[in-house]
């Protein structure tokens, strides 16, 4: 039990959180009458918003709040996007995520040979300061939160965000929202890097840097479980193998002489939500305690705000199935009750099709009514950590907490993520785990309902949604008018900025921002960079 002292310091704490976030209702009762506590006692656990935050980063939690809906969407071109995201927020989403198509997120533009077949695919092309002005036509920069998942090209992707607030008159510092940023995931699990691992860091920092100093209510990193989780790894793995990317960010961020407790504060994290609804909940609470540890025992962390572990979750695109894929809207609705009951920040909830292509307009509205279904109708917003104490759920929290810590001792006895990379050792990891499920449903020993279980002759397909195809031929001449109308000169000279930039020291924000402004492209900027840091990263297979 808590001491008296201990008891009353915490409630403390949450007299004031609530004199900043008051609640959305005087009271939460049942349709019986009865009332809902704000949070119920777990003997032997702090409360929510108290070090380590095993229930919680906030005291309200949804009390005050409902986590941020944040569909994640990209596709064809920029003004098809627009379209899609305005639609969105016009029925009831909260900020914006942006998905990116493969070209762009490996560093070329729409009329690059190696884009022939992939442009706007499987997300929205962008190349230059007018692509991204049209994606967000509309859009009040300084109002919306914006996330953006990319990172072999991030620091590009940010410079034309900061490009396009500046060519609208709103100061880049009032921008709000995320980069995902995170490069150690691509070596380890997607596969989309382009230069070696240092100078990938390097550009990562870069960010970090320019953030903190200019732009302070922008997170300059989303570090990434879900790709790890979606290329196979169990839900140990994907907590372990994500903390140590985090803890060799912070080292990197150590040897630059940043602010640790301030970066601390702006660091944020990106997992997955899986079926099993409470070993879901108990990877988050294990997740947020070993994060707020590594912080303040590794780094030194002197903000209790800069040791919480704060995340957005996704739910779990590879548990998706084509056959009788309307059960998928279920798969979904139990992944996003787990999200939420394991304390998620934000969350974006994947549509029933999508394991046959890209969402129909339709099935993305479906989905975010999922999210407004759970936060106003199920209850499960009107108290905080409510299954917390229940002795299921803390017996997998201590046990997924101990699995972690024996693999993060392992990546230790390695020399940490980065060496680890280069033997292998993350990719062995995960491609053995995605091997034992994969026969696990093979097998019957993991059933899976329409596939291996329960299954029917349905022939039905749900409305397929295809981007056009002209959609390439198009940007092709869009891309070759914006060439001619440019100043050659002024492109030849900030070319060369980014070089010397490059092949130097300084911080590469700033530079890319005058670059782009001038009318260079994302595939032109990625060029030079390739020439100065390589191209094929020095991994071991």
């Known amino acids: 039990m808590r001491s008296s002292a201990r008891e009353d310091w915490e409630?403390?704490?949450?007299?004031?959180?609530?004199?900043?976030?008051?609640?959305?209702?005087d009271e939460f009762t049942t349709s019986s009458g009865v009332t809902v506590e704000r949070v119920y006692d777990a003997p032997g656990l702090p409360l929510?918003?108290?070090?380590?935050?095993?229930?919680?980063?906030?005291?309200?939690?949804?009390?005050?709040?409902?986590?941020?809906?944040?569909?994640?969407?990209?596709?064809?071109?920029?003004?098809?996007?627009?379209?899609?995201?305005?639609?969105?927020?016009e029925e009831g989403q909260t900020a914006l995520s942006i998905a990116f198509d493969l070209p762009t997120?490996?560093?070329?533009?729409?009329?690059?040979?190696?884009?022939?077949?992939?442009?706007?695919?499987?997300?929205?092309?962008?190349?230059?300061?007018?692509?991204?002005?049209?994606?967000?036509?509309?859009?009040?920069?300084?109002?919306?939160?914006?996330?953006?998942?990319?990172?072999?090209?991030?620091?590009?992707?940010?410079?034309?965000?900061?490009?396009?607030?500046?060519?609208?008159?709103v100061d880049p510092s009032t921008l709000r929202g995320t980069v995902q940023n995170d490069i150690l995931k691509e070596y380890?699990?997607?596969?989309?890097?382009?230069?070696?691992?240092?100078?990938?860091?390097?550009?990562?920092?870069?960010?970090?840097?320019?953030?903190?100093?200019?732009?302070?209510?922008?997170?300059?990193?989303?570090?990434?479980?879900?790709?790890?989780?979606?290329?196979?790894?169990?839900?140990?793995?994907?907590?372990?193998?994500?903390?140590?990317?985090?803890?060799?960010?912070?080292?990197?961020?150590?040897?630059?002489?940043?602010?640790?407790?301030r970066l601390g504060e702006k660091i944020s994290f990106f997992f997955s939500a899986h079926n099993h609804l409470f070993e879901e909940v108990?990877?988050?609470?294990?997740?947020?305690?070993?994060?707020?540890?590594?912080?303040?025992?590794?780094f030194g962390c002197r903000s209790e705000k800069g040791c919480a572990l704060r995340f957005h979750t996704q739910t779990a695109g590879s548990t998706l199935t084509a056959t009788q894929w309307e059960l998928n809207t279920i798969r979904v609705t139990i992944q996003a009750l787990a999200a939420i009951l394991g304390g998620t920040q934000s969350l974006h909830t994947n549509s029933r099709d999508e394991a046959l292509g890209l969402p129909t307009e339709e099935s993305a509205t479906l989905a975010l009514r999922i999210q407004q279904v759970l936060a106003h109708e199920s209850g499960v917003a009107d108290s905080v950590d409510p299954i917390g104490g229940a002795p299921m759920l803390e017996a997998l929290t201590a046990e997924?907490?101990?699995?972690?810590?024996?693999?993060?001792?392992?990546?230790d006895q390695k020399g940490g993520a980065v060496t680890a990379l280069g033997e292998g050792f993350q990719r062995h990891r995960i491609e053995e785990s995605a091997y034992r499920y994969q026969m696990g449903i093979e097998s019957g020993d993991r059933s899976v309902v329409g596939v291996n279980i329960h299954e029917t002759n349905e022939s039905a397909s749900p409305p397929a949604f295809r981007v056009d195809p002209e959609i390439e031929k198009a940007r092709s001449m869009s891309l070759a008018e914006h060439r001619r109308r440019r100043?050659?000169?002024?492109?030849?000279?900030?070319?060369?900025?980014?070089?010397?930039?490059?092949?130097?020291?300084?911080?590469?924000?700033p530079i890319l921002?005058?670059?782009?402004?001038?009318?260079?492209?994302?595939?032109?900027?990625?060029?030079?960079?390739?020439?100065?840091?390589?191209?094929?990263?020095t991994l071991e297979t």
């Not at 070090?51 to 990209?74: E, H, L």
């Not at 100078?199 to 732009?215: G, K, N, Q, W, Y």
């Open 11 to 25: 409630r403390g704490l949450l007299a004031k959180a609530l004199e900043t976030h008051p609640e959305r209702r």
């Open 48 to 89: 929510p918003g108290v070090f380590p935050f095993t229930r919680g980063i906030q005291p309200s939690m949804y009390r005050s709040r409902f986590w941020t809906m944040r569909q994640y969407a990209g596709f064809g071109s920029p003004e098809a996007t627009n379209e899609r995201f305005r639609m969105l927020l």
């Open 105 to 169: 997120q490996i560093g070329y533009d729409s009329d690059h040979a190696l884009a022939h077949g992939e442009v706007g695919k499987v997300g929205v092309p962008i190349n230059t300061l007018d692509d991204m002005d049209r994606l967000l036509e509309g859009i009040a920069l300084d109002r919306i939160s914006i996330s953006m998942t990319i990172n072999t090209t991030a620091i590009l992707l940010l410079a034309l965000l900061i490009a396009t607030a500046r060519r609208r008159g």
């Open 188 to 261: 380890v699990a997607r596969g989309t890097y382009l230069f070696p691992p240092q100078p990938s860091i390097r550009l990562t920092v870069d960010i970090f840097e320019h953030c903190l100093a200019e732009m302070p209510r922008f997170h300059p990193i989303s570090i990434s479980g879900y790709h790890i989780r979606e290329a196979g790894a169990t839900a140990v793995e994907e907590v372990a193998l994500t903390l140590s990317h985090g803890i060799a960010y912070m080292e990197a961020a150590r040897d630059r002489r940043l602010d640790l407790s």
């Open 282 to 298: 108990a990877k988050f609470r294990a997740a947020r305690r070993l994060w707020a540890s590594i912080m303040r025992e590794r």
């Open 400 to 411: 997924t907490e101990r699995k972690v810590l024996e693999l993060l001792a392992e990546i």
């Open 487 to 509: 100043d050659s000169s002024k492109v030849d000279a900030a070319l060369q900025s980014v070089r010397q930039g490059a092949e130097g020291k300084d911080n590469l924000v």
């Open 513 to 537: 921002v005058e670059a782009i402004e001038v009318g260079v492209t994302l595939g032109e900027i990625c060029g030079v960079l390739r020439e100065v840091f390589g191209e094929e990263p």
